[in-house]
């Protein structure tokens, strides 16, 4: 249902709808559309959206509710809301159009995630994850009004941790992106050699993503994975406008032995992170026990190559891999 009071003095618009989906984009890679700086937040009316299921292509997220009223230079954005079955997100924003600033649209997002494997399930990211409790905290910002949002234009700063999981081995090919994010593909490399640790799965005690959104890029400060049997860091970027990974991913079996370590990051003082990967983790680099891969190409087709300590491709015939003709 749809109710509106279009009266001059405060007009305002209610939508209660039982499903509302936003379908995804046309393929290709295009140019945003030019800012509109005639846009005046307080010629925008005041709306309440309550959509009972809200799907993003094709993507279940669950229960949305946003509401958002003009100020003099502002529209607020008092509460935006989703609710799941295993997640739930709470945030606020505001769209500000003045002379100092120009227009500009922010959001502050905070997530719940009482059990990922159920949430990437209900997303249709199935056989990925098993348990894994965690939060997301966003901040991101864009220029133009909220529906002026283009990848091309967002930025920001991100935090993502999952502590207490297990992830499963998957194929080749399934959701390449996501297997890449959550260590699954480099994975598969570690299994041609360590099969009886990962046959069915490996439980990780922490796994993190941090860092900055700058013009559509997706950077990372600090992206780790940690079990008792290994320890897996990666840096790099994802481009979020043109589908696009540039990653390089590191992986040691001894540091995800070192139960100091794993204490030391399962609870972290000031600094803990920081001394792991610049001190320890980069003398474990000139160690044979270290894997190196480079993941680069689109989300959907990219080359995952060994290299060397520093950043240089290994040719075959140097692999550290030890079984004779092993691959991916």
């Known amino acids: 249902t749809i ?79 989703l609710d799941n079955t295993d997640i739930s997100t709470t945030g606020s924003g505001q769209w500000v159009n003045d002379a100092e600033s120009g227009s500009n649209s922010s959001l502050t997002l905070l997530t719940t995630i009482d059990e990922a494997g159920g949430v990437l399930d209900e997303m249709q990211f199935n056989d990925l994850i098993r348990q894994g409790q965690g939060r997301f905290n966003g901040e991101l910002r864009w220029i133009g009004a909220p529906h002026e949002f283009d990848f091309a234009r967002l ?51 922490k796994m993190q993503y941090t860092g900055i959104i700058a013009e559509g890029k997706a950077i990372m400060r600090e992206a780790f994975m940690l ?9 790099g970027n994802i481009d979020l406008h043109r589908e696009e990974i540039d990653m390089e991913i590191h992986a040691s079996p001894e540091l995800g032995g070192n139960l100091a370590l794993l204490s030391a990051i399962a609870n972290p003082t000031a600094g803990a992170v920081v001394f792991l990967t610049q001190r320890i983790f980069k003398d474990q680099m000139r160690s044979n026990s270290l894997l190196s891969y480079r993941a680069l190409g689109t989300w959907k087709d990219f080359e995952l190559a060994e290299i060397d300590s520093d950043g240089q491709p290994v040719s075959k015939k140097s692999s550290k891999n030890k079984p004779s003709g092993a691959g991916e």
């Open 3 to 81: 109710k509106a009071k279009p009266r001059a003095a405060d007009p305002r618009y209610d939508l209660n709808l039982a499903y509302f989906h936003l379908v995804e984009a046309p393929k290709g890679i295009a140019p945003p559309d030019p800012i509109n700086s005639d846009l005046r937040p307080a010629d925008y009316p005041s709306v309440s959206l309550n959509a009972n299921t809200f799907v993003v292509a094709k993507k279940t997220l669950g229960r949305l509710l946003v509401e958002g009223a003009p100020a003099v230079d502002n529209w607020n954005i008092s509460k935006v809301s």
């Open 155 to 205: 930025n920001g700063e991100f935090d993502l941790q999952v502590n207490d999981g297990e992830l499963i081995r998957v194929e080749s090919g399934a959701g390449r992106l996501i297997g890449l994010l959550n260590f699954n593909s480099i994975l598969r490399r570690l299994t041609l050699d360590f099969r009886d640790v990962f046959s069915s799965g490996l439980k990780f005690d």
């Open 227 to 235: 079990s008792p049997a290994v320890f897996v860091q990666m840096e």
